[in-house]
T-cell receptor, first 114, second 121 residues
Framework: EAGVAQSPRYKIIEKRQSVAFWCNPI?????LYWYQQILGQGPKLLIQ????????DSQLPKDRFSAERLKGVDSTLKIQPAKLEDSAVYLC????????????FGPGTRLTVT | GENVEQHPSTLSVQEGDSAVIKCTYS??????FPWYKQELGKGPQLIID?????GEKKDQRIAVTLNKTAKHFSLHITETQPEDSAVYFC????????????????????FGQGTILTVHP
């Protein structure tokens, strides 16, 4: 069974530029999550999708971050404009709808904002 | 909201020794406590979990204990091996089961800060 796929794996941008990350969840997983993991900290949930709909985006900085999930499968997370403090690893995870507490993580995208 | 504290932040042991990592949580409604292992350049991987109706769970060399009264839970690794070296995260969640056809649970995980475990050969 293929795992959660993410791209790119690494990205370096200057502050005020925009960036987008892509995630393809495990086939059949209805629930998709984006986490931000700052160096030395645990992952922090940014947004949770259930199929196409947003379940929780309470910790998403909506003035600069946006996310969408097309047709309930792939998802993109965008930052525009980026700030220095956005430097982190962005993790995508997915789970079955009935057991959304059992989350499977992708390898992450390491973002460096200079 | 939920707050999870994890200790120690770093742990160094000799191969064959045991390692213990402890976490405390703040929300007494939390009822699901997973542990994740994160290796360099990879995403976290679930290694063991425990629900609030169980006090202890074991899987080969790893075990987790839960004290609901004190609101803390611990990860125990016995007979450590160099390949156990990684960052370990605890997490807490409230599993809410809606009783309708199909049922759905929403599991928002709140993670601890992580423990860097180093096992020396």
């Amino acid at each position: 069974e293929a795992g959660v796929a993410q791209s790119p794996r690494y990205k370096i941008i200057e502050k005020r530029q925009s960036v987008a990350f892509w995630c393809n969840p495990i086939s059949g997983h209805a629930t998709l999550y984006w986490y931000q993991q700052i160096l030395g900290q645990g992952p922090k949930l940014l947004i949770q999708f259930q199929n196409n709909g947003v379940v929780d985006d309470s910790q998403l900085p909506k003035d600069r971050f946006s996310a969408e999930r097309l047709k309930g499968v792939d998802s993109t997370l965008k930052i525009q404009p980026a700030k220095l403090e956005d430097s982190a690893v962005y993790l995508c995870a997915s789970s079955l709808e009935r057991t959304s507490y059992e989350q499977y993580f992708g390898p992450g995208t390491r973002l460096t904002v200079t | 909201g939920e707050n999870v504290e994890q200790h120690p932040s770093t742990l160094s042991v000799q191969e064959g020794d045991s390692a213990v990592i402890k976490c405390t949580y703040s929300d007494s409604a939390s009822n699901y406590f997973p542990w994740y292992k994160q290796e360099l350049g990879k995403g976290p991987q679930l290694i063991i979990d425990i629900r609030s109706n169980v006090g202890e769970k074991k899987d080969q060399r790893i075990a987790v204990t839960l004290n609901k009264t004190a609101k803390h839970f611990s990860l125990h690794i016995t007979e450590t091996q160099p390949e156990d070296s990684a960052v370990y995260f605890c997490a807490a969640s409230i599993i809410s089961i809606r009783i309708w056809a199909g049922g759905t649970s929403y599991g928002k995980l709140t993670f601890g800060q992580g423990t860097i475990l180093t096992v020396h050969p």
